[in-house]
């Protein structure tokens, strides 16, 4: 089956992730001939991660802006002379991809049925927005969420029908389920010493991942637990804000500013606890990994992360942009090691039973067979 990818974000972050892991993992469930339709800057990326299928076909392209008609024509053209049996959107916002013009490209080219995978659309939008997104919703044929709390979002805030939508739960790689306890390694490369506590986060540092909120409880940290120390692993336009914030609160050598980081696996094994303080998230990768290497994560209670972590069984839950129950939680686990190793211990075994790559990928290619059968039979 021949399935083109569409991605029109300037950076790679979960939901790039996301289309990256089935690019990896469809070969293995049968035969596809892929497509990958990304932005020059994310392919470089693409690239710099390795790994990519053999023989996969790439085609550097990005919009102009929505009224950008020159790049709509580009798109059409490229795809009329492709002509995949499917084309599979990737929507990290609910109005990315032209506002979803690009699925009435697609079927306009003879694309037989597009897919979208949405990521957060818990943003209504403007008005002028919403109505684009419903028009040209009526040109995907299934909606794929990567949480129930996404499906319900698209049927209330985008009036999507809930025939159309189908939650496949984001997942990881089985691999990080026998990760290491500990690395002494990444602790001396870091300057960490062998009797600190450490604290990992890791996110793009934009508003919507709350790092104000865990450099604040870094303070309060601090009192109860002075060995404490923070790893934020991730880039973005709050850097420079994030580390001036720290300094003002006098904890700056308590946290550690990673930047972009492409070892997050060796990271989780130098660490004691996991931490994300979100305002608002999908369905998120990081979290997900954390648990998966065993680690006792603390999170907001925010949109689907409780489908992730069941509160103080797998990981515990705190309220959003609350500062003080973010420390009280951090506290409360590195003064308690047999809690912390009790609640990695549950999260692995919750990945294990139900969020793992293979999984995830496989229900895809099931949509994806469901949807272009006769394609499917072709490439058979």
């Known amino acids: ?122 943003s209504k939008g403007r008005l002028f927005e919403r109505v684009l997104k419903f028009l040209f919703s009526h040109f995907v044929d299934r909606v794929i969420t990567v949480s129930y709390a996404n499906k319900g979002y698209l049927e209330r805030l985008h009036r999507i029908p809930p025939n159309k939508i189908i939650p496949i739960h984001s997942a990881v790689d089985r691999s990080l389920l026998t990760l290491a306890n500990q690395n002494p390694q990444i602790r001396t490369e870091l300057g960490i010493s062998s009797n600190e506590q450490v604290i990992l986060s890791v996110g793009s540092l934009q508003d919507r991942k709350g790092f104000e909120f865990l450099v604040r409880a870094a303070v309060l940290v601090e009192q109860s637990c002075p060995r404490a120390r923070f790893l934020i692993a991730g880039d973005g336009p709050l850097r420079a804000n994030l580390q001036s914030l720290a300094r003002e609160l006098a904890v700056a050598e308590k946290i550690l500013f990673l930047g972009f980081r492409t070892d997050i696996p060796r990271l989780l094994e130098a660490s004691d606890l996991f931490v994300m303080s979100s305002l608002y998230e999908g369905f998120p990768l990081a979290l997900l990994e954390a648990m998966a290497a065993g680690k006792a994560s603390i999170a907001t209670a925010v949109n689907a992360i409780p489908e992730a972590i069941e509160n103080e069984r797998t990981g515990l839950l705190v309220p959003s942009q609350d500062e003080v129950a973010l420390a009280r939680a951090i506290v409360r686990l590195l003064k308690n090691p047999d809690l912390a190793s009790k609640l990695g211990r549950s999260a692995r075994q919750t990945i294990r039973e139900h969020f793992l790559l293979d999984q995830m990928v496989a229900k895809y290619a099931q949509v994806y067979t469901t949807l272009a059968p006769d394609a499917e039979r072709a490439a058979a």
């Open 1 to 122: 089956m021949r399935v083109a990818f569409f991605l029109d974000a300037p950076y790679f972050g979960g939901a790039e992730y996301h289309i990256f892991q089935l690019l990896t993992g469809l070969p293995k469930c049968g035969r596809y001939e892929m497509i990958l339709i990304l932005p020059p800057a994310l392919l470089k990326i693409f690239r710099a991660r390795g790994s990519l299928p053999v023989g996969i076909e790439t085609w550097p392209f990005r919009f102009h802006g929505p009224l950008d008609f020159v790049g709509y024509w580009r798109l059409f053209r490229f795809l009329r002379q492709k002509q995949p049996a499917l084309l599979h959107i990737n929507l990290p916002g609910p109005h990315r991809a032209n506002y979803s013009a690009v699925a009435a490209v697609a079927k306009l080219a003879g694309v037989p049925r597009v897919v979208t995978t949405e990521h957060l659309p818990m």
